[in-house]
C-alpha cells in the first residue's frame, strides 16, 4: 500500500526528532583557515646630512707635493764640426705647506662665506735637487672666501696690485683645499656637481683653470662622513709679447678621498691625487714654434687640527 506523505508530516517528524533530543539538522559551516597576518613593516629610517650653520673651530695643516716632468722639443741640428743638441727633458719638485683656518657661515645648500688666514706658508722647489731661490711669502695672510655651486673665489686682504707669480697667489690656493661644499638634505649614496673659473698668472702668462668636480658622500658614520670628490681640470693661457708670444693648454684629473666632522661640518681629512699635461707653444718671429711638454703629478694632504 502506497503512503503519501504530506508536508505536514514532514512537520511532525521535525518535531518528534527534537523531543527525542536530536537537535535540528544544522548544516555545517566551513571554518575559515587560519592565517598569520604578515608583519607590519617598520618604515625605513634613512640618515640626511644637516650640517651646523656655523663654520668654525680649528685650522688644518695642508701638504701639497708636486712633481713636473719638463720635455723641451727645441733642438739645435747638427752642422759641420757640431753635434748638436737634442731635446732636454727636466724635473722640477715643488713643495708648498702652511696652516690654515677658516671661519663664518654656511646655507642650507652648503654654499659659504668666509674669513681666514695662512700662517708659515713655506715653498720648496728644485730642479733636479738643486734648490731654486723663489720670493719670499709672507709670515701671514689674510684672507676672505665665498663658495658656491659655481664659484670658488678666495682673495687676500687687502687685495695683491699684480698676482702674477706671487706666493700669495699660491698660499691663497693652498687655502681654497679645504673648502668642502656639502648641501643639507644628502644621504648615502647622494652626488652633487660643482664648478669653478680660477684666473692665475705663472711665468708672466695670464691663465684660466677651469674645475668641474663631483662629490659623492659614500658613507655615513655616528661622527663623520665619508667622501669622494673627483676632479676635471682644464687650463688655457696667452700671454707674452710681439716678440715672443706664449700659448698653454693642458687637460687633468684628481681624485680626493675626504672624511668630514658630523658635529662641526668641518673637514677632518684629505688624501689627493692628481695629474695635469701642459703644452707650452713659444713663438717668436720667422722661428719654428718651440713646443715644452709638462707632466705634472701632486698629492694633496689635509689635516684638522682641533
Request: proline share 8%; aromatic share 4%.
Amino acid at each position: 500500500m502506497r503512503v503519501r506523505l504530506n508536508a505536514r508530516f514532514y512537520v511532525l517528524l521535525g518535531l518528534v526528532t527534537t523531543g527525542c533530543g536530536g537537535g535540528p539538522v544544522v548544516t555545517p559551516v566551513p571554518v575559515p583557515e587560519v592565517r598569520e597576518t604578515p608583519p607590519i613593516p617598520t618604515p625605513v629610517s634613512v640618515a640626511r646630512v644637516s650640517l651646523p650653520a656655523r663654520v668654525a673651530g680649528g685650522s688644518w695643516r695642508v701638504v701639497s707635493q708636486i712633481t713636473i716632468e719638463l720635455r723641451d722639443s727645441a733642438s739645435t741640428p747638427a752642422t759641420p764640426g757640431t753635434r748638436g743638441n737634442a731635446p732636454t727633458t727636466r724635473r722640477q719638485d715643488v713643495e708648498s705647506r702652511g696652516l690654515v683656518s677658516w671661519s663664518g657661515t654656511r646655507n642650507p645648500n652648503g654654499s659659504m662665506v668666509l674669513a681666514g688666514q695662512v700662517d708659515s706658508f713655506t715653498v720648496r722647489s728644485s730642479f733636479e735637487q738643486q734648490l731654486a731661490p723663489l720670493p719670499t711669502p709672507p709670515a701671514l695672510l689674510l684672507l676672505d672666501g665665498r663658495v658656491d655651486s659655481t664659484t670658488v673665489r678666495i682673495v687676500t686682504r687687502p687685495l695683491l696690485d699684480n698676482e702674477c707669480d706671487r706666493p700669495e697667489a699660491a698660499a691663497a690656493a693652498l687655502a681654497a683645499e679645504v673648502l668642502v661644499r656639502i648641501p643639507d638634505g644628502v644621504v648615502r649614496g647622494s652626488t652633487w656637481r660643482d664648478s669653478s673659473v680660477t684666473l692665475s698668472c705663472r711665468g708672466g702668462v695670464p691663465m684660466t683653470l677651469i674645475s668641474r668636480m663631483q662629490t659623492t658622500l659614500q658613507d655615513i658614520e655616528p661622527t663623520q662622513l665619508r667622501l669622494e670628490r673627483r676632479v676635471e681640470l682644464q687650463v688655457s693661457g696667452t700671454g707674452g709679447s710681439a716678440f715672443r708670444a706664449f700659448d698653454v693648454q693642458g687637460q687633468g684629473q684628481a681624485t680626493q678621498q675626504l672624511v668630514v666632522d658630523v658635529a662641526t661640518g668641518l673637514l677632518r681629512r684629505l688624501d689627493g691625487r692628481s695629474e695635469l699635461r701642459l703644452t707650452t707653444s713659444e713663438r717668436v718671429p720667422q722661428q719654428a714654434p718651440r713646443l715644452q711638454t709638462a707632466v705634472q703629478r701632486g698629492t694633496l694632504r689635509v689635516e684638522w687640527r682641533p
